[in-house]
């Protein structure tokens, strides 16, 4: 038998939601199945037909499937042309097709300040945009903005089924350019400077050159004499341009010079290190060399050494100047000691010991007291007794001291009586 079916067409919005009911004269459900638009498919043996499009409110389609077996059906959005829904019985197939709606053309964009840009819009038979206070008409597809700051457009848009539609489109301002550029600067003679420029997308450096690439934003400096230079910078969206300018000055390397107070000998096992014409220096080679980066440092070596002095300005430029110290075994061995000392912490004379006698291997440095005790003693020739043993401050008065040293001069034997005054 043959069902009857009661069956209407329904079109509706995309942004609305829709229901239809289908009924028979008979008793029990119906089967619904959603088919998509295509070539033709067998359904239950038969073939069903294909279309190149929908007719009317009918159509063909393939790829079905069950979506539910019931007497009432929700709408589903289906495919560009809109949702269709086929409900099929023995050899009754029909097939509604709903509406799809009106679009938008327009992307978002960026503009030039002081330009305007054309909105497009398609798919209604009636248009209303907003804000129109910067459009030239607001009631039709493709109207002509000039926004003064980032603005977004609506767009309302009433298609043949008398549905609204609604889209976005954002218009953004290019700001203007950040142009920048480095400051003025010195360098030493030799040297290189990387120049900066910022805010296009087109550089031009003149002169160019002593530029590795006057094309570039960054371009790396290897100037002969003091300049100045120029660079045009451009923005290929809205031409915005200008030209800056920086002063490269060059810089004389300082003059240094090295001297030295004297050779070492054995009466001299020490001498000291004199610099000028720079502002800070280093010294080399540093062994022997009791501060490589003082001025005027005192030196204890046993074999003659040529030292590089390495002078900066205040600019950051260097010179260098050479100085050598001969070291021979003339005289007799000098190795003095001092009587007596303070050691109150005042930097004068606060320790007891053999610092100054230059480049020498202790074999013993030991100081006594009255009774015959070692209140000191050691093999670092940079040690020195400061008045304590045991962490305790030792009394005044009269100490005994032991030294027993190799110099390159030779052997050092020295004992002798030493006051510890408060």
């Given at each position: ?21 289908v ?19 067998k ?44 409900i ?74 008398n ?89 004389a ?44 440092p ?38 003095v ?58 009394p ?25 005054l408060?």
């Amino acid at each position: 038998m043959k069902l009857l079916f009661l069956f209407s067409t329904v079109l509706f919005c995309l942004s609305a939601s829709a229901q239809f009911t289908v009924s028979s004269n008979t008793a029990g459900k119906l089967e619904f199945v959603e088919l998509e638009y295509g070539i033709g498919q067998k359904v239950d043996g038969t073939t069903v037909q294909d279309k190149a499009s929908p007719t009317g409110t009918r159509g063909w389609l393939e790829d079905y499937m069950i979506i539910k077996q019931t007497d009432s059906v929700p709408m589903v959005r289906k495919a560009n042309f809109g949702t269709v829904y086929i409900i099929k019985a023995k050899d009754t197939v029909d097939i509604a097709v709903f509406s799809k709606g009106a679009t938008s053309g327009s992307n978002d964009t960026l503009i030039c300040a002081n330009t305007s840009v054309q909105l497009t819009a398609s798919g209604g038979i009636t248009y209303k945009w907003s804000p129109a206070a910067t459009l030239n008409n607001s009631t039709i597809p493709g109207p002509v903005a000039t926004p003064s700051q980032l603005t977004d457009y609506v767009v309302e848009m009433t298609d043949l089924n008398n549905c609204v539609f609604r889209d976005t489109i954002r218009v953004a301002l290019k700001p203007y350019p950040d142009f920048g550029i480095s400051r003025d600067t010195s360098i030493c003679i030799g040297s290189k400077v990387k120049l900066n420029a910022r805010g296009g997308d087109l550089y031009q450096w003149t002169p160019s050159v002593s530029l590795d690439n006057p094309q570039a934003a960054s371009p790396l400096l290897t100037p002969l004499i003091s300049s100045t230079y120029n660079v045009y910078v451009k923005d290929n969206l809205c031409s915005y341009d200008t030209t800056m300018t920086v002063q490269v000055s060059l810089a004389a390397s300082p003059n240094i010079f090295a001297a030295k107070l004297a050779d070492i000998d054995c009466q001299n096992p020490t001498t000291q290190l004199m610099a000028s014409g720079a502002t800070s220096y280093s010294w080399a080679p540093a062994s022997g060399v009791d501060d490589a980066r003082k001025q005027n440092p005192v030196v204890a070596i046993d074999s003659t050494t040529t030292f590089v002095l390495t002078g900066t300005d205040q600019n950051g430029c260097s010179g260098k100047d050479t100085v050598t110290v001969s070291v021979t075994k003339a005289g007799l061995p000098l190795f003095v000691l001092p009587n007596a000392f303070t050691p109150n912490n005042d930097g004068k004379n606060d320790c007891f010991g053999i610092k100054r006698w230059g480049n020498v291997d202790i074999i013993q440095l030991a100081v006594y007291n009255r009774w015959g005790q070692i209140v000191f003693e050691t093999k670092n020739p940079r040690q020195c007794w400061d008045g304590s043993y045991k962490g305790q401050r030792q009394p005044a008065g009269g100490y005994i001291y032991v030294i027993k040293a190799r110099s390159f001069c030779g052997d050092i034997v020295r004992k002798g009586n030493l006051m510890l005054l408060n």
